[in-house]
């Protein structure tokens, strides 16, 4: 199957740091990615969607400036957390879908802790 | 994206057959039915989806319902290595929202 590559698996910063998550698509090209994320016995929450080429679409009570995407190619897509704070300590997964293809792949996750 | 509902939680013994429910009923035409299941602190891994018909691959069987408002999926000899958080997603690739999942427990 498709493979999805996200690193760091896992960071620890400073508060008031920013830190960089990459997800990257090693044998397709992704058209759609989104960006989610999840706390310690809880479901993935959609933070975002991004098509190749444009601006992200933020999910209701997702701050833009905070969490910043680029989907800068068919292959990689960012999330940078901006100024993080301890609440925004969490486990961050991409995932991607192709033309054409049914399925969504993801990510193994990001583990951020800021302390 | 529809909204699903799930099993907080069920077991099963090792070696027999998991049945896991989900109801869409609120599902539209042109949304599929997607399984993922999630271990502790990974990314979900795909485990089959469908659109009217029942579906089979090596890892399950998902059989949806004529009115497509609940599905099942299957596992068909659980492993210990089955124990997962279990997600039905009716949906397309414009979103794609999870919903609160099913902790499925195989046990010995």
């Known amino acids: 199957g498709a493979v999805v590559s996200q690193h760091p698996s896992w960071v620890i910063c400073k508060s008031g740091t920013s830190v960089k998550i990459e997800c990257r698509s090693l044998d397709f090209q992704a058209t759609t990615m989104f960006w989610y994320r999840q706390f310690p016995k809880q479901s993935l929450m959609l933070m975002a969607t991004?098509?190749?080429?444009?601006?992200?679409?933020?999910e209701q009570g997702v701050e833009k400036d905070k969490f910043l995407i680029n989907h800068a190619s068919l292959t990689l897509s960012t999330l940078t957390v901006t100024s993080a704070h301890p609440e925004d300590s969490s486990f961050y997964i991409c995932?991607?879908?192709?033309?054409?293809?049914?399925?969504?792949?993801f990510g193994s996750g990001t583990q951020l802790s800021v302390l | 994206d529809a909204k699903t509902t799930q099993p907080t939680s069920m077991d099963c013994a090792e070696g027999r057959a998991a049945n896991l429910p989900c109801n869409h009923s609120?599902?539209?035409?042109?949304?599929?039915v997607y399984w993922y299941r999630q271990i502790h602190s990974q990314g979900p891994q795909y485990i089959i989806h469908?659109?009217?018909n029942n579906e089979t691959n090596e890892m399950a069987s998902l059989i949806i319902t004529e009115d497509r408002k609940s599905s099942t999926l299957i596992l068909p000899h659980a492993t210990l290595r089955d124990t997962a958080v279990y997600y039905c997603?009716?949906?397309?690739?414009?979103?794609?929202?999870f919903g609160s999942g099913t902790k499925l427990n195989v046990k010995p």
């Open positions: 995932s991607m879908v192709g033309t054409g293809n049914e399925k969504l792949f």
């Open positions: 609120t599902i539209s035409g042109n949304e599929y």
């Open positions: 469908g659109l009217k």
């Open positions: 991004s098509n190749e080429g444009s601006k992200a679409t933020y």
């Open positions: 997603i009716a949906g397309n690739f414009n979103k794609f929202y």
